[in-house]
C-alpha cells in the first residue's frame, strides 16, 4: 500500500525558515517524480513544486520560487520542502504527492500545517 | 501560472447530472491534453478521479466523466449521491514542468 507521511509543519515568525519531510513507503519511490501542493485555509489547492526522480530537475510556481527548495533522499525514501523567508500567505496545509509516471497526481498524504504568523 | 477558473459552486439533486467547467488558456488546458480532476472531503486528502481529461483510475464510479473543448475541460457527474458532495479541483499541466489547479467548485447535493 502507497502510503506518504508529511512532517515538519509548525508555527514560525515571518522572515523564518522551516523544512518539511515526506516519508515515503509501498513503491519504488526512486521511480516517480514527486510534487508539493498547498491549500491555504479555506481555499483551494495551489501547486508548488516538482521533482524528478533522481533529483536532477526541480519546478516551483513562480510564488515560491528563490525561497523554497525541494530535494529528496532515495537511499532514505523522503521527500523534502526546504522553506526560507517565509510570509504570511504560504500558510497552508502542505501536501506531497506522487506522480502517475504521467502528468498528474495519484496518491497524497495527509498534509502538514504551516503557519507562518508573528 | 494564473489559476484555471472553476465556478464556485453547484448543486443538483440526487439522479442528477452536474457539469464542471474549468476555463484555462492556450498555455495550458488549451495545449495539453493532462487535465485532471480530484475530489476532496472536508478535511480529507484530496483523490484523483480524472486524468488525461477523460480516464479514469481503478475504483472510481463511470458515474463520472471527463471532456475538453478548447481552452474548458468539463467534469460531469451523473446520477448524484449524497456522497458525491465534496469540492472538486481540475489541474493542468502548464509546460516546463509546472501544474496549475483551479481555484475549486463546491458541489452541494440537494
Known amino acids: 500500500e502507497v502510503q506518504l507521511v508529511e512532517s515538519g509543519g509548525g508555527l514560525v515568525q515571518p522572515g523564518g525558515s522551516l523544512r518539511l519531510s515526506c516519508a515515503a513507503s509501498?513503491?519504488?519511490?526512486?521511480?516517480?517524480?514527486m510534487h508539493w501542493v498547498r491549500q491555504a485555509p479555506g481555499k483551494g489547492l495551489v501547486w508548488v513544486s516538482r521533482?524528478?526522480?533522481?533529483?536532477?530537475?526541480?519546478s516551483y510556481a513562480d510564488s515560491v520560487k528563490g525561497r523554497f527548495t525541494i530535494s529528496r533522499d532515495n537511499a532514505k525514501n523522503t521527500l523534502y520542502l526546504q522553506m526560507n523567508s517565509l510570509r504570511a500567505e504560504d500558510t497552508a496545509v502542505y501536501y506531497c504527492?506522487?506522480?502517475?509516471?504521467?502528468?498528474?497526481?495519484?496518491?497524497w498524504g495527509q498534509g502538514t500545517l504551516v503557519t507562518v504568523s508573528s | 501560472q494564473s489559476a484555471l477558473t472553476q465556478p464556485r459552486s453547484v448543486s443538483g439533486s440526487p439522479g442528477q447530472s452536474v457539469t464542471i467547467s474549468c476555463t484555462g488558456t492556450?498555455?495550458?488546458?488549451?495545449?495539453?491534453?493532462?487535465v485532471s480532476w480530484y475530489q476532496q472531503h472536508p478535511g480529507k486528502a484530496p483523490k484523483l478521479m480524472i486524468y488525461?481529461?477523460?480516464k479514469r483510475p481503478s475504483g472510481v464510479p463511470d458515474r463520472f466523466s471527463g471532456s475538453k473543448s478548447g481552452n474548458t475541460a468539463s467534469l460531469t457527474i451523473s446520477g448524484l449521491q449524497a456522497e458525491d458532495e465534496a469540492d472538486y479541483y481540475c489541474?493542468?499541466?502548464?509546460?516546463?514542468?509546472?501544474?496549475?489547479f483551479g481555484g475549486g467548485t463546491k458541489l452541494t447535493v440537494l
Open positions: 504527492a506522487r506522480d502517475s509516471g504521467g502528468w498528474y497526481l495519484v496518491y
Open positions: 509501498g513503491f519504488t519511490f526512486s521511480s516517480y517524480w
Open positions: 521533482i524528478n526522480s533522481d533529483g536532477s530537475s526541480t
Open positions: 492556450s498555455s495550458d488546458v488549451g495545449v495539453y491534453n493532462y
Open positions: 488525461d481529461v477523460t
Open positions: 489541474c493542468s499541466y502548464a509546460g516546463s514542468y509546472t501544474w496549475v
